[in-house]
């Protein structure tokens, strides 16, 4: 690995000639729209399916059976193309963004702004829910919250299509389809858990049972236009076909974020950080 130059890409994007993943496209934030709302709207979104993204790409080669390696790979491939998406609409919305959260940037690095954003904020500056940071519990646990997650995410990114700024609204379009497959996916995985064995039954209840506390914090954040109510009959459906009763735990008051998140970026993030100007 080595330095970059003028005429070398730099490693986690591309320099001096960026592959800008929104080239072609107008992102002049539309008359009537609020534009740090919408980069603070876009940041949170994608930063919940970067981390999402992390913690399903831990199963590769880890999933019970190929199939399912395959499958949960393949989430985490598509929300790590929505988080590419929102992390360069927040940072074109918003020319400040990468300034005020990423203070000390190299010099002449990344090229890209959602990489500079993924790699180089500080935990406090990350926006994403505590649902989608905690560790992967087994297998059951990481169905549970795909099943939760894609089924809230879905609801709010439907109404997202309609959203004035159509940037975001093309973004949530191309999400929709990916966001379905993702819930339907999990919801039929829940189902199998729940009515199989007793032994896949306890660790789909443990695993629901851990994550709920967490599940207020994103059906909030996700509350956009009667998203939520939406989303909580969906999955009462799915509780209801699986026999399982939403667990009586109250909700998580504690730190904005955990420690696992911490240690999820100092893996994430550790090539960059180390080697902040390197190409290859």
Known sequence: MSETSAETPWAFG???DPEDVLAGVDTRVPEGVDATGLAELCLALGDDALVLAHR???WCSNAPDLEDD????????DLLGQARLLLARAAAADPGLVGRLVPGLPAGSPALPEDALAFFRDPDAWHCARFVEVENGDFAHT????????????AAFQRLVEHPDPVLAAVAAKAVKELAYHRDHAGRWFLVLAQGTE???????????ALWPLHDELARAYDLDGARAEAEVVLDQLLAVSTVERPAVAPYDGPRHTDDLTRLLAEMQSVARAHPLGVW
């Open 14 to 16: 591309a320099a001096p």
């Open 56 to 58: 399903l790409s831990e």
């Open 70 to 77: 395959i499958a949960l790979a393949n989430v985490a491939l």
């Open 143 to 154: 169905i549970a919250r795909l099943a939760v997650f894609a089924t809230v995410r879905l």
């Open 199 to 209: 032994e896949s039954r306890r660790r789909l209840l443990e695993g629901l049972r």
